[in-house]
């Protein structure tokens, strides 16, 4: 609000200004800062410079323009009030938008922030898992590995127990076969002095037959 020096104590008001309206100093004072007070002056210098241009408002009385002025700069408060009302309505409703908009955004950034903890648990439980499928896979290579080891010594066990197997076998076989044959040795020896002897006995009753025909044959001549 501004005041005129005139009625008013200057120590109430925080700040003071002359200024020049229509060619006379003033000395107003204010709340407002004094660079305030004479951008009011000036608007008040041009808006009645404006009127001074208008011959109908020269041909008025004093009363009268003072009236012109003071409607005119009614009006203009009052379009610039609207027009500030207007703003600010927009600017509510801006606001309110606004409001709307950061509200989802904060809904969306703690959707997210809810997404990344999730995604990090997620990341957290396959990193375990993971690595419990890798201890358990490793395990089992060296347990498959182990068995590998045991079973290729195991089949090398067989195989030399196999080998000595066949090995005793051939020894076996050799063994009998020797024994067989030393018995089919025998066997012929005994075969052939068997033979012999029966040749021998043949022989002998061959000769006692041919003695008996003989006898027989000398028997049968003295008749």
Known sequence: MIYREEGVSVMAMKNMAEV????????????????YLHQVAVYINEKLAEFQKLEGYRKQSTD?????????LADDFFKAKR??????S???????????????????????EKLMTEKQE????LF????????????????????????????????KALENQKKAMETQRQSAQKKLEDQNQAAQKRLAEQKRNYEGEIEKLQREIRDLNRKLDQKSYNR
Do not use: C, W
Not at 20 to 35: C, H, M
């Open 64 to 72: 009268q323009k003072q009236l012109m002025l003071n409607m005119n």
């Open 122 to 125: 997620l990341e957290d439980k």
């Open 83 to 88: 027009q500030a009302d207007k703003l600010s």
């Open 128 to 159: 375990l898992q993971k690595k419990e499928f890798e201890d358990k896979l490793e395990s089992r290579k060296k347990d498959v590995d182990r068995e590998r080891q045991e079973l290729k010594k195991t089949v090398e066990n067989q195989e």
């Open 20 to 35: 020049v309206i229509a060619g006379k100093v003033f000395r107003i004072s204010g709340y407002e800062s004094p660079e």
């Open 90 to 112: 927009e600017l509510e409703k801006k606001d309110r938008e606004m409001y709307g908009v950061r509200h989802d955004l904060i809904e969306a950034q703690m959707d997210k």
